[in-house]
């Protein structure tokens, strides 16, 4: 029996069998299409370069006005109940509404107490003034309040100055009789005698120095609140240096008073406070007398008016019999001793 139950041709060995008829079948209808051609990527249009837009030049900046200052309106009240600020402060002024001190603190100047001036060296310009009536005022004052003491102790100065004016004048007597019909015989003795009348007047000036210091002693404890009693005009402290400093300023008043009469009035003034430094400081005389000098230099036209308002009220007193330098010789020593803390930026009390 034949394999080819079709009755067809036997198909060809080696013949390809065609998977898809329909497709590998031309259509005898359809137009021979032309090989396609592979289409080469899309390449974007050249665009053209870019020019940069051309900048204008640049323009000046105009100057900047200066802004007016804002004129001052009415300050504005806080609202109710808001703290009101503080008060600005002036420049330099510290931190928190404290002003600076002034006068400057303690310690800074004037130097503490007991160390003015600094050893050895005078007193040089006293900071703060005074006026001549309250000195005066001053001296009315506290010698009404502790009058006895100071009249009993003028009366012992008064018998004092009596008793060696006495002396004195009986020497002096006696030395005219002696000197009566001078010839060479007697010469030494003359010149002798002329020696010691001189010497008793320095003796004489001293001890009325040494009672201006038992005054001054008296004043100055009424300046610092204390009422002195009649003893304590006798208690100097530093009685040599007193001593030395009335010595040495009666021997230059007894010249300036030789020399026309001027200068020893001069010596008088600028040795005002020549007492008041031996005794308050305690400084010796040589620095008592330059700082005396000192302190009357700096402060001549007060210290001068209050001096000769003080002589002027003596005088009224001398001529009051004598009684009237029961007060005003207490009056000047206590107005003195207050001019002399003043100037010393002392406060007297």
């Not at 009596?162 to 000197?179: L, Q």
Request: glycine letters at 8%; hydrophobic letters at 45%.
């Amino acid at each position: 029996m034949s394999d080819n139950t079709a009755g067809g041709p036997p198909p060809e060995e080696n013949e390809p069998t065609p998977q898809n008829p329909s497709a590998s079948t031309p259509d005898p209808g359809a137009a021979a299409q032309p090989p396609s051609e592979p289409v080469p990527p899309s390449q974007p249009p050249a665009q053209p370069p870019v020019t940069p837009p051309t900048q204008p030049p640049a323009q000046p900046t105009p100057p900047v006005q200066p802004t007016p200052p804002a004129q001052p309106g009415p300050p504005v009240a806080p609202p109710y109940g808001a703290p009101t600020p503080p008060p600005a402060q002036p420049y330099g002024a510290p931190a928190g509404g404290q002003q600076p001190p002034y006068p400057p603190p303690a310690g800074a100047y004037p130097p503490p107490a007991g160390a003015y001036p600094p050893p050895g060296q005078p007193a040089y310009a006293g900071a703060a003034a005074f006026s001549v009536g309250d000195a005066i005022g001053f001296g009315w004052k506290k010698f009404w309040a502790n009058p006895g003491p100071w009249i009993l102790a003028a009366l012992i100065f008064l018998v004092i100055n009596a008793i060696f004016s006495w002396i004195s004048g009986g020497f002096d007597n006696f030395t005219d009789y002696r000197t009566d019909g001078f010839s060479d015989t007697n010469m030494a003795e003359a010149l002798g005698l002329s020696f010691v009348s001189v010497l008793l007047t320095i003796v004489g000036v001293i001890i009325s120095y040494l009672i201006a210091a038992f005054y001054s002693r008296g004043a100055l404890d009424e300046t610092q609140g204390r009422k002195p009693d009649v003893s304590a005009f006798f208690r100097i402290a530093n009685v040599g240096n007193v001593l030395l400093a009335a010595f040495l300023v009666a021997v230059m008043t007894i010249i300036g008073t030789i020399l026309c009469i001027l200068p020893g009035i001069a010596v008088a003034i600028f040795s005002a406070f020549v007492y008041y430094f031996t005794l308050d400081k305690e400084q010796d005389a040589i620095t008592a007398i330059k700082s005396s000098w000192s302190l009357v230099a700096k402060n001549f036209g007060s210290v001068f008016l209050l001096l000769l308002a003080l002589f002027g009220i003596n005088i009224l007193g001398f001529l009051v019999c004598f009684v009237g330098l029961l007060v005003t010789i207490p009056l000047s020593y206590i107005a003195v001793a207050y001019a002399y803390r003043r100037l010393v930026d002392e406060q007297p009390v």
